[in-house]
């Protein structure tokens, strides 16, 4: 799977939208960005996932930049409870390969929504 | 409500007491696996699951056992847990890709074990 890179850390104030970069050059055709977050320790949740077009979903929107070689993804209304680690992680998805349900995190990136 | 339990959320142990971390998903979920995070190295895979009776090593499997008898169960076994296992861990779930290349996966809440 692609290695990423995300900044370490990131602020945004409530109520103003949160965009967290991510930057993945050496991504594969068939290779899918995902975003997943932790809160405080507990168990990281699922947010949206893209493999060219943007994605728009309930939680946030996913822009994927024309090459591919990074994304952004965007929380448009940032609430003190968004206040996470978030990762960025390219994996295939493919049923039968042995690696297809494995995740592997990076160190994601803090952000902090402050009021 | 689709979820993954584990148990026990906390635990406290001595070195070389065998101990067993339950992980349980209702979604019918092929895919299942477990992870360590630990500071400064991230969650890590311990192993993994296909299907039922189908399991293999992640990236730190040393110490660990699991088995996968049922499809909804996915156990973690320390059979003689040592300090260095201190750990907080999580049980994963997902199933075969989707239409869409969607294989969400769907995490427990999480086991902190400490290892004295």
């Known amino acids: 799977d692609a290695k990423t890179t995300q900044p370490t850390s990131m602020d945004c104030a409530e109520g103003r939208a949160a965009n967290l970069p991510c930057n993945h050059s050496t991504i594969s055709g068939n290779e899918y960005v995902y975003w997943y977050r932790q809160i405080h320790s507990q168990g990281p949740q699922y947010i949206i996932h893209?493999?060219?077009n943007n994605e728009t979903n309930e939680m946030a929107s996913l822009i994927i930049t024309e090459d591919r070689k990074s994304s952004t993804l965007i929380l448009p209304h940032a609430t003190l409870r968004d206040t996470a680690v978030y990762y960025c992680i390219v994996r295939v998805a493919k049923a039968g390969g042995t690696s297809y349900g494995k995740l592997t995190f990076g160190q994601g990136t803090i952000l902090t929504v402050h009021p | 409500e689709a979820q993954v339990t584990q148990n026990p959320r906390y635990l406290i142990t001595v070195t070389g007491k065998k101990l067993t971390v339950t992980c349980s998903q209702n979604?019918?979920?092929?895919?299942m696996s477990w992870y360590r995070q630990d500071p400064g190295l991230g969650l890590r895979q311990i192993y993994y699951s296909m299907n039922v009776e189908v399991t293999d090593k992640g990236d730190v499997p040393e110490g660990y056992k699991v088995s996968r008898k049922e499809k909804r169960n996915f156990p973690l076994i320390l059979e003689s847990p040592s300090p260095n296992q201190t750990s907080l861990y999580f049980c994963?779930?997902?199933?075969?890709?989707?239409?869409?290349?969607?294989?969400?996966?769907?995490f427990g809440q999480g086991t902190r074990l400490t290892v004295v």
């Open positions: 979604m019918n979920h092929e895919y």
């Open positions: 893209g493999l060219k």
């Open positions: 994963a779930s997902s199933s075969r890709q989707g239409g869409d290349g969607n294989t969400e996966a769907f």
